[in-house]
């Protein structure tokens, strides 16, 4: 899916995991607060650039009322922070050569965009999502109510690239019954 460079729908009801499932995928829980403030740097960082490096993967939740132009600043702010993370890991300041680093640098590592709530987006951010990201080669994960993949229908532009659509259950009756089981105590 990654390399595959495709747009896929993911959608289901209400509190059935797909945030949760999101931000597992994209190390958001560990990652979160340097994309998000930016600020000095720890020691501990060196393990997040790696998880970053892992997963490629830049996870974006619009707010309610983003406007495309919004959408396109904040986009590119994490994508960029998540680059230089990424090389961190791939080239630790002090051990490549200045031309070998100055080669390297604004090169572009992210290979998934997922965004959530995704039927906050309105046509002109969709638009501007897959023309952007067709151009660099990027995949997209939209992710949502079930009726997305409805709302995104009326885009035939859109709608020819998507790839696959997931939809997200909750879980059957066996499944239930094997969790509470063995996660019941914890
Ligand atoms: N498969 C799961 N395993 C463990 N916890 C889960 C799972 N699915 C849901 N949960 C729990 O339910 C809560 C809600 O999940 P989550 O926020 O991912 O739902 P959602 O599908 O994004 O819902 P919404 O449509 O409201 O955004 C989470 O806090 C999580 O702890
Ligand atoms: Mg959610």
Redesign the pocket.
């Known amino acids: 899916m990654r390399r595959g460079h495709t747009i896929g729908l993911c959608f ?10 999101a931000r597992r995928y994209a190390h958001y829980e560990k990652a979160h607060d340097l994309l998000t403030y930016w600020g000095p740097r720890s020691d501990n960082d060196a393990k997040i650039y790696a998880a970053l490096n892992r997963s490629r993967t830049v996870l974006y939740t619009p707010s309610v009322l983003t406007t495309p132009r919004t959408l396109k600043d904040e986009l590119t702010q994490a994508i960029t922070r998540t680059n230089m993370c990424i090389e961190q890991h791939l080239v630790p300041p002090g051990t490549a050569t200045p031309e070998a680093w100055g080669w390297r640098h604004g090169r572009n590592y992210v290979e998934l965009i997922i965004v ?2 995704a039927e906050r987006l309105r046509p002109a951010a969709l638009e501007l999502l897959r023309d952007r990201y067709d151009r660099d080669d990027i995949a997209l994960i939209l992710i949502g ?1 079930p009726g997305l993949e409805k709302q995104f229908s009326h885009y035939p532009q859109f709608y020819s690239r998507v790839g696959f659509a997931h939809q ?1 259950r909750p879980l059957g009756q066996d499944e239930l019954l094997f969790v509470l089981e063995r996660h019941w105590r914890s």
């Not at 209400?14 to 945030?19: D, E, H, R």
């Open positions: 289901g009801s209400a509190g059935v995991g797909k945030t949760l499932s959530d709530e109510m997200y």
